[in-house]
């Protein structure tokens, strides 16, 4: 199987087949959701969140997605890895960002990085583009910006915001991103975006006119995961599994159940006879 490139994932656009992709981060995450067959693997700051215990993404490192990214890589053999610049680590000099996003592929071994914003980050953009760094854009619920936002609300609703976010896409485009992520937008405002732009719109929380949809991997098999948005489907209830098999456990352990003869070592019977006399 050959590994996706960017240059697939445009052209996904062309055929009409939706783009899939799905966060991980860490190898057996990555491992299994690449053998499910997605396109594209996200390690997304929401790590913060979903496996870091914080209640924002705004306190992930440079160094908490080198590490995470690091692992997913090792698993991900065809799947396109793509890994978020966290907060405030494109927003002083285009240098500094350059640097960060090239720390992503360079020690991360990630193939593409994501990057928060519309008009205001272009110029970071095509820099990276020139370095040989490709760039996935994400506008609408761009969670960095959450107290700014002043929670997680939909965007783009009104004609004023949905034309911003237009104008954010097109931007975008322009300065070279190879895909866009769009969360928490009207279906019909996607739909237009996805309808003019060239570039595959990826979807979370904004409807089915996309060109692909993204998904937070804990929110989906229902791992211990705090926030279920309106937009989340969670196919499985992995955490209630997880729950009962570990209350099985400690429940045989003191029963003395476990471990069974099965899982029970032997000594010789000449060094039993010994020990015991
Ligand atoms: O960090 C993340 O998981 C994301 C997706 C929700 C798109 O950015
Ligand atoms: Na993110």
New binding site residues.
């Given amino acids: 199987t050959k590994p996706v490139t960017t240059a697939f994932i445009r052209k996904k656009k062309e055929t009409g087949i939706p783009v899939t992709m799905i966060?991980a981060y860490d190898y057996p995450t990555a491992k299994l959701v690449e053998e499910a067959g997605v396109d594209m693997i996200?390690v997304?700051?929401?790590l913060g969140m979903v496996v870091l215990g914080y209640d924002s993404?705004i306190p992930v490192t440079m160094e908490d997605m080198i590490h995470h990214t690091k692992a997913v890589t090792r698993a991900a053999k065809r799947a396109l890895v793509v890994a978020?610049l966290p907060f405030l680590s494109y927003h002083g000099t285009v240098e500094e960002a350059v640097k960060n996003a090239g720390r992503l592929m360079q020690e991360g071994l990630a193939k593409a990085v994501?990057m928060e914003g519309g008009n205001e980050i272009v110029p970071i953009v095509i820099r990276c583009v020139q370095a040989g760094i490709p760039v996935v854009g994400?506008i609408g619920l761009t969670p960095q910006a959450v107290h700014q936002l002043g929670g997680y609300k939909v965007q783009g609703r009104d004609l004023q915001a949905a034309k911003r976010l237009l104008s954010d896409a097109f931007a975008l485009q322009e300065a070279g991103v190879f895909a866009l992520?769009l969360?928490a937008v009207p279906e019909e405002v996607t739909a237009q975006i996805a309808s003019k732009l060239s570039i595959p719109v990826i979807g979370?929380g904004a409807g089915v006119h996309c060109d692909g949809q993204?998904l937070?991997f804990h929110d989906l098999v229902g791992y211990a995961s705090q926030l279920t948005p309106r937009f989340v489907k969670r196919y499985t209830d992995i955490g209630e599994q997880i729950r009962s098999a570990v209350a099985s456990y400690v429940q045989e352990v003191e029963a003395r159940a476990f471990p069974a003869p099965e899982h029970v070592f032997h000594a010789t019977e000449e060094t039993i006879q010994q020990l015991y006399g």
């Fill in positions: 966060t996200l997304g700051d929401s993404t978020d994501k994400h992520v969360e979370i993204v937070v």
